[in-house]
C-alpha cells in the first residue's frame, strides 16, 4: 500500500508562488510515477504533472508548462509541486497521485490509472 499526503496548499494573491509537497510512504518501486491533479469548483480533475520515480523524468499537462515545476526527493520520499506566478483561474484543490502501471516504453500521464491518490490540499488565489 501506497500513502500519500499533500500540504502547503493555502490562500495567496495572484503572481504568488507557491510550493506544495506530497510526502509518500509505503513501498515504491522503479516502476512508478507520481503525479498531481487538480480540481476546481464545477470543473473536471485535470492533470499538471507527472515525474518517474525512478529517473525523474517529467511530464506537463499543456497549460502548465512554464509556470509549473515538478521534482522528487526520492531520500525524503517527497514529491514537490512549484506553482510560479499563480493565476486566479489557479485556484482548486491539488491532488497528489501514484501509478504502478508502467512496464516499459511510453509513459501517458492521461490515460494512466493511478491507482493512489492523497486526500488533497486546497489552493485559492485572489485577484
Known amino acids: 500500500q501506497v500513502q500519500l499526503a499533500e500540504s502547503g496548499g493555502g490562500l495567496v494573491q495572484a503572481g504568488a508562488f507557491l510550493k506544495l509537497s506530497c510526502a509518500v510512504s509505503?513501498?515504491?518501486?522503479?516502476?512508478?510515477?507520481m503525479g498531481w491533479f487538480r480540481q476546481a469548483p464545477a470543473k473536471e480533475r485535470e492533470f499538471v504533472a507527472a515525474?518517474?520515480?525512478?529517473?525523474?523524468?517529467?511530464y506537463y499537462g499543456d497549460f502548465a508548462k512554464g509556470r509549473f515545476l515538478i521534482s522528487r526527493d526520492s531520500a525524503k520520499n517527497t514529491v514537490d509541486l512549484q506553482i510560479f506566478s499563480l493565476k486566479p483561474e489557479d485556484t482548486a484543490v491539488y491532488y497528489c497521485?501514484?501509478?504502478?502501471?508502467?512496464?516499459?516504453?511510453?509513459?501517458?500521464?492521461?490515460?494512466?490509472?493511478?491507482?493512489?491518490w492523497g486526500q488533497g490540499t486546497q489552493v485559492t488565489v485572489s485577484s
Open positions: 497521485a501514484a501509478d504502478s502501471s508502467y512496464t516499459g516504453g511510453y509513459f501517458l500521464p492521461l490515460l494512466a490509472p493511478f491507482d493512489y
Open positions: 509505503g513501498r515504491i518501486t522503479d516502476n512508478y510515477h
Open positions: 515525474i518517474r520515480w525512478s529517473s525523474g523524468g517529467t
